[in-house]
T-cell receptor, first 111, second 116 residues
Framework: AQSVTQPDIHITVSEGASLELRCNYSYGATPYLFWYVQSPGQGLQLLLKYFSGDTLVQGIKGFEAEFKRSQSSFNLRKPSVHWSDAAEYFCAVGANNDMRFGAGTRLTVKP | GAVVSQHPSRVICKSGTSVKIECRSLDFQATTMFWYRQFPKQSLMLMATSNEGSKATYEQGVEKDKFLINHASLTLSTLTVTSAHPEDSSFYIC????????????FGPGTRLTVL
């Protein structure tokens, strides 16, 4: 069965600094990988997804993620964080009708 | 993106009562809807998957007689928590998808259930 690990529960970065959120997965085949953002009172919003092809995926709001099969990782990056990026971020791995989420990383942005 | 709504956003009920949560896809037809449960500071746990007109498929450990799911139309699914207990207090999130597995799931804003 697939599983997802997000090692960092909480990360604090300064506005304008770069960001990397880690995600490791366990899955027997090529996974479908996702990053979602959850803001208070709002539903999860898809930032980006990887199904196949180019391993560097561009998403919305300036985010990107790189699929590294050798490391079983799908880390999310942003070169310059904005205060509005403060939220909870979830990595997910999915196959068929089964999507498994990581525990989430809460991002705090310092002024 | 497509919009999924949930109603109510918050509900408080007494132990032993039943609560119904609605999930609607507002601008698309959802052939598949999913129900998740999220505990504080934890991940989303898939409870069940439902296809329109079919019985829901429940994840292991989820009591189907306690969490009744109905997906009667392509735009509406309901989750009824029967005989609610305080341990059922949680954040319940639905998502909806049109078409097959390559299509995006769109998530509702969630419903906070508190059982007294």
């Amino acid at each position: 069965a697939q599983s997802v690990t997000q090692p960092d529960i909480h990360i604090t970065v300064s506005e304008g600094a770069s960001l990397e959120l880690r995600c490791n997965y366990s899955y027997g085949a090529t996974p479908y990988l996702f990053w979602y953002v959850q803001s208070p009172g709002q539903g999860l919003q898809l930032l980006l997804k990887y199904f196949s092809g180019d391993t560097l995926v561009q998403g919305i709001k300036g985010f990107e993620a790189e699929f590294k099969r050798s490391q079983s990782s799908f880390n999310l990056r942003k070169p310059s964080v904005h205060w509005s990026d403060a939220a909870e971020y979830f990595c997910a791995v999915g196959a068929n009708n089964d999507m498994r989420f990581g525990a989430g990383t809460r991002l705090t942005v310092k002024p | 993106g497509a919009v999924v709504s949930q109603h109510p956003s918050r509900v408080i009920c007494k132990s032993g009562t039943s609560v119904k949560i609605e999930c609607r896809s507002l601008d698309f037809q959802a052939t598949t809807m999913f129900w998740y449960r999220q505990f504080p500071k934890q991940s989303l746990m898939l409870m069940a998957t439902s296809n329109e007109g079919s019985k829901a498929t429940y994840e292991q450990g989820v009591e189907k007689d306690k969490f009744l799911i109905n997906h009667a139309s392509l735009t509406l699914s309901t989750l009824t928590v029967t005989s609610a207990h305080p341990e059922d207090s949680s954040f319940y999130i639905c998502s909806a998808r049109a078409g097959g597995i390559y299509n995006e799931q769109f998530f509702g804003p969630g419903t906070r259930l508190t059982v007294l």
